[in-house]
């Protein structure tokens, strides 16, 4: 087994619990709340969506790369992305919400389950990275979590976040 591998599924389980216990604690109102007053205009509830969506199409990433590909698209618009997707998924209840990060997630450690050492070392492109290796953006989607829960903390508390 892979000590590589093994510290990222480690992270990726660890997130993930503390990403359902999180959205979990929230009132229905807070839900609501904007969370970004500049693009994308995210309320709460769209940011849980949004890794939802984001992780899916980092799943296609991490096997086009696995499967020899280039990765992301040079013309890959990221703005746009963000912008549409997590808005497809307004009418879901919170508990469906979870449940789809909940899938996403195992079917993520599932992918990251058989990789090789030599796979996390495998270059790609990424939409926000650039050119890297596949090894950082696995691990990317814990610290993302991260980054976007401290922000919907910072919301919450009525710090403004653009």
């Keep these: 087994m892979s000590k590589r591998k093994d510290v990222i599924i480690d992270d990726l389980k660890k997130e993930s619990r503390k990403t359902i216990a999180f959205f979990e604690s929230l009132q229905p109102d807070q839900l609501h709340l904007q969370v970004y007053h500049n693009e994308p205009h995210w309320t709460v509830r769209q940011v849980l969506a949004h890794f939802i969506t984001i992780e899916r199409s980092m799943q296609w990433l991490f096997l086009n790369i696995l499967e020899g590909g280039g990765g992301t698209p040079e013309d890959f618009d990221l703005d746009r992305y963000n912008r549409t997707q997590p808005v497809k998924l307004d009418g879901f209840s919170l508990e469906d919400l979870i449940a ?49 829960k401290e922000d919907v903390r910072k919301a919450l508390s009525g710090i403004r976040v653009d």
Excluded: C
């Design 100 to 148: 789809r990060f909940t899938a996403v997630r195992r079917e993520t450690i599932a992918i990251v389950d058989g990789l090789e050492d030599a796979d996390l070392d495998r270059q790609g492109r990424h939409a926000f990275f650039g050119h890297g290796r596949l090894e950082r953006f696995i691990s990317w989607a814990s610290e993302h979590e991260r980054r976007h």
